[in-house]
Structure formats: C-alpha cells, structure tokens
C-alpha cells in the first residue's frame, strides 16, 4: 500500500512530497497542528499526532538563539510553561506574535526574520479585508 505523504517547503523554496512517517520525527508539533486545522487527528497514518496536540496556546516570546542552521524561539505558554522551540515550528501558530518580537528586537533584517517585513506590510496592506471580516462575523 501506498504510505502517507506531506508536501514539504524547503527552506530553498522548493517543494517535495515527503513520506509522513519520516518527517512526524523531524517536525512533529508543526504537523500535528496541520493535522489538527485540517481534522486528520482521526484519520488513517495521523493518531500519532494527538499527543503532541498542545491545550494551551504561546501568550509571549521572550527571546532567541541561533544554533547550528536553527533559530530557536523561547516562547512562554498561557499554562506558564516556557520552551524552546523552531521557529519554523512556531511561525505558523504565532505569526502575529513572532513578528511583533521581530520588530521590536530589531530583527526585521537579520537571515531567518526577513520574512517578517513582508508580513507586516501584507498586514498593514490589507487591514480593509480584516476588518470587514471581523464585522462580518
């Protein structure tokens, strides 16, 4: 049978469909999230994801480092727990909070936080939408 495959984003752009079972020991909380979104929590090749399903949400963070070709963020947990986690792992829950970290550390320039420029100016840029949205609902 045919195994379960995840597309992966490269750091390079470049994207690939990568069998689930490697990559679930490499980025195992960011893909529990996409399966958690995407309710796959359920679904054949996924169950292994529910343990890393957190109940709490990241309220701040309070710092980084770089190791070896990783940013790591230190992010504290609305349950008070603090971690160090990827901070391609936390991008995708946090955005609005990383970003805010970014700019006010002065790290809009700095490799692996270029992308926050772009996500503040698309922010600022469609505020209109947001806001017709938030009215909406």
Not at 16 to 33: D, F, H, K, N, R
Not at 42 to 56: F, P
Not at 82 to 90: A, F, L, Q
Request: with cysteine; aromatic share 10%.
């Amino acid at each position: 049978g045919r195994c379960t495959e995840v597309q992966v984003k490269w750091a390079t752009g470049e994207r690939t469909w990568v069998g689930l079972s490697s990559m679930q020991w490499q980025i195992p909380e960011m893909l529990a999230e996409y399966a958690r979104k995407n309710n796959l929590l359920h679904s054949t090749g996924w169950h292994w994801a529910k343990r890393h399903i957190r109940d709490s949400e990241i309220a701040r963070i309070e710092g980084h480092k770089k190791e070896k070709r990783l940013i790591l963020v230190r992010s504290v947990w609305d349950d008070g727990e603090r971690t160090w986690e990827p901070i391609d792992d936390i991008k995708p829950v946090a955005t609005d909070l990383l970003a805010d970290y970014a700019c006010g550390n002065h790290l809009e320039n700095t490799k692996g936080w270029i992308w926050v420029k772009t996500y503040k100016k698309e922010k600022r840029d469609c505020w209109f939408e947001r806001a017709q949205d938030y009215v909406a609902n």
